[in-house]
């Protein structure tokens, strides 16, 4: 099976500006999770979307939104970019384990640079 | 708030030997714990998880030992293999809530030496 995948891998952006990132999960996962990964604050997420739907969101502002198509691929958005979003954002999907846990496995990320 | 704690943030180990990665956690709602290695420019890869119903899971090389009083797991890798070098993230989920989004330490970077 092919793994997650992330594109695009790099992306340099000025503040102000928004900025569109895709996630395609490993086929037949339905659950897409974004977590953002800085020096600073290590791996935080940012939302998790099932069956086209936002299930659960992390601490994060609203310039940061995400959708899901009916195809299980996602995409999150972050508007009116500042320097302090500049992060690797890494997308997981998930597999559902006997009991409901759920294993998520990450994409390569997309490393964004905002000057 | 970090809920999740890896307080070495190095290791070094002799190729061959033992290495042990601990994390401790402060939330005790937690009851799904997960292992992930990350190589530079690369999104962190699944080693090995543990339910809060076992105090130990085994896969090959890997060993996760979970000790709920003490709100405390650790990875053992026995033998160490330079390949194992990277950086490892302890995770945390509270799956009874119906929440899988992951709680992250902020990783302990091991070196193998061979």
């Known amino acids: 099976k092919a793994g997650v995948t992330q594109t695009p891998r790099y992306l340099i952006k000025t503040r102000g500006q928004q900025v569109t990132l895709s996630c395609s999960p490993i086929?037949?996962?339905?659950?897409v999770s974004w977590y953002q990964q800085t020096p600073g604050q290590g791996l935080q997420f940012l939302f998790e979307?099932?069956?086209?739907?936002?299930?659960n969101k992390g601490n994060f502002p609203g310039r940061f939104s995400g959708r899901q198509f009916s195809n299980s691929r996602s995409e999150m958005n972050v508007s009116t970019l500042e320097l302090g979003d500049s992060a690797l954002y890494l997308c997981?999907?998930?597999?559902?384990?006997?009991?409901?846990?759920?294993?998520?496995?990450f994409g390569p990320g997309t490393r964004l640079l905002v000057l | 708030d970090q809920q999740v704690k890896q307080n070495s943030p190095s290791l070094s180990v002799q190729e061959g030997r033992i290495s042990i990665l601990n994390c401790d956690y402060t939330?005790?709602?937690?009851?799904?714990f997960l292992w992930y290695k990350k190589y530079p420019a690369e999104g962190p890869t699944f080693l090995i998880s543990?339910?809060?119903?076992?105090d130990k899971n085994e896969d090959g090389r890997f060993t996760v030992f979970l000790n709920k009083s003490a709100k405390h797991l650790s990875l053992h890798i026995v033998p160490s293999q330079p390949g194992d070098s990277a950086v490892y993230f302890c995770a945390a989920s509270a799956e009874r809530t119906g929440a899988n989004n992951l709680f992250f330490g902020t990783g302990t970077r091991l070196t193998v030496i061979p």
């Open positions: 997981a999907s998930s597999l559902v384990l006997a009991g409901g846990l759920e294993t998520q496995y």
């Open positions: 086929s037949g996962h339905r659950s």
């Open positions: 543990i339910s809060s119903i076992k």
């Open positions: 979307y099932f069956s086209e739907t936002q299930r």
């Open positions: 939330n005790s709602m937690f009851d799904y």
